[in-house]
């Protein structure tokens, strides 16, 4: 952190206990892993048992590892670190980082804990996709499911003994590797079966995870038939008979399995969508608890001190879960340390006296920063990321943020716009996690620059006010751009499309003083585009010396 | 327990070794770090945005910042240009470093350039006789090559082995014309050129490049070579920067030749979906290539729909080429004494802790330890940290 001026520092008190949701075996690690470092957990359950769903399913391909799973799920129950609460679920969070009251409704009873950090460990949810190949399930008809449970007995077992078996994957949905481990495990145990013969009808097969490529090789080596196919086989008669037309053979190839089995698909938890909303954290693809955004991996949510953990987040292999709980039990011990914390005094502060309860602040903050005091918006300085936004949203300019002041910010805008020897005065504001970056790197590796561009670093492109836009030109700048992250890159969630609301705001305003539009650019960059960075002002001088110069000046 | 004199050494400077380090470092314990090139970042820093009017979530930028926190930290030491000779274990491990033996492959100038903002050196001096032949060739604050590197001895309490991966040599597969044929290029070669160039240039000629094929799983997935897995990355990569191009040129006309397609990001259904509309997908991958007067190239496949032979011509060959074992690995297994898989990877303990080795203290993050993307290396990475902090008993 070293661009922030943060000079004046306060240590503050925080609450060390964490809340984790999910007593599924991903749930269970977290709060082994977070008791271990010495800090209270309690552990919400909204069923009676702990473990979650055990079924083969989830523990694909982990023969060996389950019985430690049974050994951590025992051990927990007897941690004294850690509080147990089944048949219990959160029905509110207030708070901030370091500070949340979570309220827990278990029966009729309602518990209060204030917790430093919560951790959301949701199992993902499946679902039979027979439908999708017009298939109702059937004695003949199974799930992916049903086939784990059938293989995992050894007298149901006996069931397949000379018959053929049908897989239908990643023809019904996109599929994963995930999706696909849970075939080529069944298809494996169907070939230690006598006479039993595997079909596997797949579209894109899903192979990339540890080992699926050999066991996918080793299934055909040991007789399994795999037709590669881009749409779904015919099925008639509930599964009868299976065929598609093969071009390179030039005919159709046609069985009659005795069985069929359907993939299924992994889905977000149900519950997600309303934990997000208590929690007030985003939802991303496909109702899983993360947004797309690369600056939240591996566990981070929008808020700090919220953690999202394997299938909450994305469809994850236990494997993948655990990486993601030592992840969050590093966060965890880093965010909460021992209950006292130095934190800037001025990331970002509302001045009492100019603040008129608008709540304004508390709805843009990205990050849910914001709280309530007596008469004022309160910032927390644990929570907030000084990206501003709300700094530039307050109608009453009443928040401040460090090292980007607004006297200061007023005096840079006007001191950026100087002449290149004749040549265009160009301004561009830019984001320091991405714009500003690539323009230095641009610099540093000496590509074209034009001569009379300034760059104006802000802590997000939603810090970039109209105001300074407006000041620009009135100060003479030729052209302004205004650089932020590519959508869905910006790492305070929207700054990137606040700024280019602004931006709008300002088109209109130039259109009403005669002021041409081409003069005000808003356009997306990543850090690592320095001739990318190049190439955007290189083209805004040229267009700026078609126009002209400023007629303000 | 303190967490006084607490030091970890990370042998790689690629995401997953920077990605380590920082977080070690978070914790008070001191880092060396040890990368044997004269740059940090490793292959990833080398990647360009692959963003069309949106990010496409590839993670490149990621790097970019964690190196920045990383050259920026007081607590982790970085030793370039700088191998791992042998390491004793009697309770704390003595480790012995020497000057690495690495030698770029080309230098124009006799200056090589580091690939961000953040590498300090940026420009290193690798051939000294061609630089006094053209002195003002050779930029400000350029560093000799010879006067880099550490030889000593270094005591610490545990290793992180971050030495990643080498992309398959696309030369092994010669029917492919790679080296040979100006517009044949790599992954990894137009990960370059779209960061250098901010667009997508063939080779020969600097031109736009119109009709371009992508050959997925070159080196991966493959029996003849033994390589039997899927490298994860390829086909995200490839169809990502496919996508780039695509925005930047609607009208070029983009291949790619497949065996089977692996999901792009969390969106993947939805990517997909909007690939099959702007390219075309052909599930045959070719063998053949062959070099025509325009420096052009015709490319025999089978097509899907009849099965017969096709001759096509493309203006640019992309080959996919995906995660092969590191070039030091077996060296590594030897001095580390830690095993490799089947596949030649770094093996660890069981399925659900990769990081963790059969020998207590060394740990493993990142592609070093099997094929993955940047953000399954940071992860890993992470976990790594996290393992290394509870095996030193810092709180
Ligand atoms: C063509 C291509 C394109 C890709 N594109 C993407 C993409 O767009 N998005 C994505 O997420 N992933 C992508 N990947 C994957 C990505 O490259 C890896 O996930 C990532 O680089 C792994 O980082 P790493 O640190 O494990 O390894 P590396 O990047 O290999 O870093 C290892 C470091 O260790 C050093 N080292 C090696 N041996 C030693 C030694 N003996 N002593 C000291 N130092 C040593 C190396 O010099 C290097 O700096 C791509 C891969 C390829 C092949
Ligand atoms: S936006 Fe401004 S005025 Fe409104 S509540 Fe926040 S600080 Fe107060
Ligand atoms: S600066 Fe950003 S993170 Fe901080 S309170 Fe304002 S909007 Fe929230
Ligand atoms: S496409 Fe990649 S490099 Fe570009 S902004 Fe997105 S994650 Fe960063
Ligand atoms: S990611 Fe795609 S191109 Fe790479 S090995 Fe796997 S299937 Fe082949």
Not at chain 2, 271 to 281: A, G, I, P
């Amino acid at each position: 952190m070293t661009d922030m001026k943060h000079t004046d520092m306060e240590e503050i008190n925080i609450a060390t206990d964490v809340l984790v949701l999910g007593g599924g075996l991903t749930g269970i690690k977290a709060a082994s892993e977070i008791a271990g470092s010495g800090y209270k957990v309690i552990l919400v359950e909204k069923d009676a048992e702990l473990g979650g769903r055990k079924g083969p399913g989830t523990l694909v391909g982990l023969k060996e590892e389950s019985k430690g799973l049974q050994d951590l799920e025992d051990k927990i129950k007897t941690d004294s670190n850690v509080e147990i609460l089944t048949q219990a679920s959160l029905v509110s969070a207030a708070g901030v980082t370091g500070d949340f009251t979570a309220r827990l409704l278990k029966g009729a009873e309602v518990i209060e804990q204030n917790v430093g950090a919560i951790v959301v460990a949701t199992e993902f949810a499946t679902g039979a996709l027979n439908e999708k190949y017009g298939l109702s399930l059937a004695d003949n008809v199974l799930t992916q499911s049903r086939m784990d449970e059938l293989l995992a007995s050894e007298s149901d077992k006996e069931k397949f003994a000379n018959k053929t078996v049908a897989f239908l994957v990643s023809l019904g949905q996109e599929g994963n590797p995930l999706v696909l481990e849970r075939g080529l495990r069944s298809v494996l145990a169907l070939q230690e079966i006598d006479g039993c013969d595997a079909y596997i009808y797949a579209g894109d097969l899903k192979v990339a995870s540890n080992g699926l490529e050999r066991m996918y090789k080793e299934s055909r080596e040991k007789g399994a038939v795999y037709f590669k196919l881009t749409e779904k086989p015919e099925i008639v008669e509930n599964g009868k008979t299976i065929s598609f037309f093969d071009s390179v053979a030039r005919r159709n190839i046609e069985i009659s399995p005795d069985f069929i089995v359907v993939e299924e698909e992994m889905c977000a938890n149900h519950l997600n969508e309303e934990l997000a909303e208590i929690l007030r954290i985003n939802v991303g693809p496909s109702g899983f608890l993360q947004s797309d955004n690369v600056h939240f991996f591996p566990v981070r949510s929008n808020r700090e001190g919220i953690f999202v953990a394997g299938s909450t987040r994305e469809i994850s292999s236990l494997p993948s879960a655990w990486t993601d709980v030592e992840n969050i039990a590093i966060e965890v011990k880093d965010l909460l340390g021992d209950g006292k914390k130095i934190v800037a005094k001025n990331k970002a502060v509302v001045n009492e006296d100019k603040c008129v309860i608008c709540l304004t602040c508390y709805r843009c903050c990205p990050h849910g920063a914001i709280y309530w005091g007596d008469k004022k918006a309160i910032i927390s300085p644990v929570a907030c990321q000084g990206c501003g936004i709300c700094a530039s949203e307050c109608p009453m300019d009443a928040i401040q943020v460090g090292g980007f002041e607004d006297e200061d910010m007023t005096e840079k805008v006007k001191s950026g716009v100087v002449s290149g020897n004749g040549t265009p005065r160009l301004l561009a504001f830019c984001c320091q996690n991405s714009a500003f970056e690539a323009g230095e790197m641009a610099d540093m590796f000496k590509m074209p620059l034009p001569e009379g561009l300034r760059m104006i670093k802000v802590p997000c492109a939603g810090k970039i006010d109209l105001d300074y836009i407006l000041n620009a030109f009135v100060a003479g700048a030729d052209g302004i751009l205004v650089m932020a992250c590519h959508p869905g890159n910006c790492k305070s969630e929207n700054g990137n499309t606040f700024a280019q609301w602004r931006v709008n705001d300002a088109y209109r305003m130039m259109e009403e003083v005669g002021l041409e539009k081409d003069r005000l650019c808003f356009v997306g960059t990543a850090s690592n585009m320095g001739s990318g960075f190049s190439s955007i002002v290189v083209d805004m001088e040229k267009r700026i010396n078609e126009l002209g110069l400023s007629p303000l000046k | 327990m303190s967490t006084k004199n607490k030091k970890v050494m990370v042998v790689g400077g690629g995401i997953a070794g920077l990605t380590a380090a920082w977080e070690l470092s978070r914790f008070n314990i001191d880092v060396e770090l040890i990368e044997k090139t004269p740059f940090l970042g490793g292959y990833a820093i080398q990647y360009c945005c692959k963003a069309t009017d949106e990010c496409r979530q590839c993670g490149a930028c990621t790097v970019e910042a964690m190196l920045k926190n990383v050259v920026n930290e007081p607590k982790i030491k970085v030793h370039l240009a700088t191998d791992v000779e042998k390491i004793n274990n009697s309770g704390r491990f003595s480790v012995d470093l020497k000057k690495s033996s690495y030698q770029p492959v080309s230098a124009t100038e006799g200056v090589i350039r580091g690939y961000s903002k953040n590498n300090s050196p940026l420009h290193v001096i690798v051939d000294k006789e061609k630089c006094e032949e053209n002195p003002d060739a050779v930029p400000e604050g350029a560093v000799e090559l010879d006067t880099m590197g550490f030889s000593g001895k270094l005591d610490v309490d545990a290793v992180i082995l971050a030495s990643g991966f080498q992309p398959f040599d696309a030369e092994q597969k010669g029917t492919y014309g790679y080296k040979k044929f100006p517009n044949v290029v790599t992954g990894m070669d137009l990960e370059r050129i779209i960061r250098e160039n901010a667009t997508v240039v063939r080779p020969s000629d600097g031109k736009a490049a119109q009709k371009i094929a992508f050959i997925q799983c070159v080196g991966s997935r493959d029996e003849n070579l033994g390589n039997l897995w899927c490298s994860q990355v390829c086909c995200p990569y490839a169809l990502r920067m496919a996508e780039t191009i695509k925005h930047k040129n609607a009208d070029a006309e983009i291949s790619i030749f497949y065996m089977d397609i692996q999901n792009v990001g969390k969106n993947y259904a939805e990517f997909y979906e909007k690939c099959k509309t702007d390219f075309r997908f052909v599930r045959n991958i070719p063998v053949d290539v062959f070099p025509m007067e325009n420096d052009s190239l015709s490319m025999r496949y089978m097509n899907e729909e009849d099965g017969l032979c096709i001759n096509e011509e493309f203006d640019l060959l992309v080959l996919s080429v995906g995660i092969m074992p590191g070039p030091d690995n077996n060296d590594l297994s030897g001095i580390f004494d830690v095993g490799l898989n089947e596949d030649g990877f770094f093996a660890g303990i069981d399925k659900l802790n990769s990081t963790s080795t059969l020998k207590g203290g060394i740990f493993l993050a990142g592609t070093v330890a099997g094929p993955k993307d940047i953000a399954a290396s940071m992860a890993h990475a992470g976990q790594a940290a996290s393992e290394v902090i509870k095996h030193l008993g810092v709180s």
